[in-house]
């Protein structure tokens, strides 16, 4: 029920060119009435037109607002619902990932206890491993004192030998020194 734009104009440059023959008939020509009366008709089927023209046009205008809000709400009405659906996706997979978590937890408690029992089981081993080695090295001291008795007595005579020799090195090497103090200058500067 599309208005034509020329209609409209039309009609309401009839109407205006109407009323102003009418106005002029009346101000010159008074006395010719039915020429008034015709065209105060005219002028009346003009503003007839007129005015259904515009009401036309008023209700293509709101017909064309009812439309675009009919289409608003269908939109707004998908978007809610399509924000609906994506809120319960969310709230779903919002409650699998708590339940994860939880699960996650208690899998962690777990074996932190576990790991506390093997922590125990390993310091019980260590301490015992501990204990036998202390054993062993008390053992092995007191045979290694033993020996050292033993040793003490055989390298008495040795230890004797060996202080001879060294006097012995130490005279050779003094007399050398003191023979050649270049030399040990030399040596003493390097």
Excluded: H, W
Excluded at 108 to 126: P, V
Excluded at 145 to 170: A, D, H, P, R, Y
């Amino acid at each position: 029920m599309k208005i034509k734009k020329s209609n409209l104009t039309f009609s309401a440059v009839g109407f205006v060119a109407a009323v102003l023959i009418l106005l002029y008939l009346i101000l010159n020509m008074p006395q010719m009435i039915e020429l008034i009366i015709v065209f105060g008709l005219i002028a009346m089927a003009d503003t007839y037109f007129l005015v259904d023209s515009i009401v036309k046009k008023i209700d293509e205008i709101s017909e064309l607002s009812l439309d675009k809000q009919t289409e608003l709400v269908k939109v707004e009405k998908g978007i809610y619902s399509v924000a609906k659906r994506e809120e319960t996706t969310n709230g779903k997979q919002n409650a699998a990932l708590l339940a994860q978590l939880e699960q996650l937890k208690e899998e962690n408690q777990r074996l932190n206890e576990e790991l506390i029992e093997q922590q125990k089981l390993c310091t019980k081993i260590l301490i015992k491993k501990s204990q036998e080695n202390n054993n062993k090295t008390l053992n092995s001291s007191d045979r290694i004192s033993k020996l050292l008795v033993q040793l003490n007595g055989n390298t008495s005579s040795t230890s004797k030998e060996t202080l001879e020799v060294l006097e012995e090195i130490n005279k050779t090497l003094d007399t050398y020194y003191n023979g050649s103090t270049d030399n040990v200058r030399r040596m003493r500067a390097n």
